[in-house]
């Protein structure tokens, strides 16, 4: 049995949405952030040494880091949907956008969310970040280019779990000038298994209309 433990507000939001595009049965435990500091509750160090969401339990085994369980889960349930051919020439791409998107894309952010926590906002750091930020953001249109989807016409995990990054660039303040990306979240917002995934979740404050 799966068991997804899931933090308001945050980014395991992504793996209860790719749980219901799956329509992979699970049972849900949800944690609430500290309303003041924002972070999870102790429960939620308790049950992984790192202490953070998402945790995925599969019958007593625990994976934490959303991007392995995206990779799991594809694995494990996926039976090739929601990923292009391992074969095939969108593999690489693939790949590449599902550690972008805990890595290389969510560094600036963070960045930036510390800056502001620590009343750097403004400071040189906190600048150079909104650069790499904006350049993530780039590279995200760059890969959409004309296309509904990272991976052309295809839906796959790496839409979801990419789509973390325009959303807490918006929360940031640095979400940019960006039509290509607004318009790739209307579709991704508009699909049924996103409000599945917000029904089963709870209100996600990331997901503003766009
Ligand atoms: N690289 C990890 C990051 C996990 C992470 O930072 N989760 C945040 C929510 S988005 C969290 O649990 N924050 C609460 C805390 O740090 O106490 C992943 O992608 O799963």
């Given at each position: 049995m799966l068991t997804l433990h899931h933090l308001n507000n945050?980014?395991?939001?992504?793996?209860?949405?790719?749980?219901e595009e799956l329509e992979q049965p699970y049972e849900l435990v949800n944690y609430q952030r500290d309303p003041v500091t924002l972070m999870g509750p102790p429960a939620l160090?308790?049950?992984?040494?790192?202490?953070?969401?998402p945790v995925l339990d599969d019958d007593g085994k625990l994976l934490s880091e959303s991007g392995a369980i995206t990779q799991y889960l594809l694995a494990r349930y996926g039976g090739g949907r929601l990923a292009p051919d391992p074969e095939g020439p969108d593999h690489l791409r693939f790949l590449e956008c599902l550690y972008f998107a805990v890595s290389a894309g969510m560094n600036p952010?963070?960045?930036?969310?510390?800056a502001s926590a620590f009343k750097l906002s403004g400071s040189a750091m906190d600048v150079a970040a909104t650069a790499e930020l904006e350049c993530a953001l780039n590279y995200i249109e760059t890969l959409l280019g004309?296309?509904?989807?990272?991976m052309g016409d295809l839906f796959t995990a790496s839409d979801i779990q990419m789509s973390f990054i325009p959303e807490l660039a918006r929360a940031v303040g640095a979400a940019g000038d960006h039509p290509v990306i607004e318009a790739w979240q209307r579709r991704l917002y508009a699909r049924p298994g996103?409000?599945?995934?917000?029904?089963?979740?709870?209100?996600?404050?990331?997901?503003e209309p766009v």
């Open positions: 945050s980014r395991s939001q992504k793996i209860v949405w790719l749980l160090k308790a049950l992984h040494p790192l202490g953070k969401s952010i963070m960045i930036k969310v510390y004309q296309d509904d989807w990272l996103f409000h599945r995934a917000i029904a089963r979740g709870g209100a996600y404050a990331y997901a």
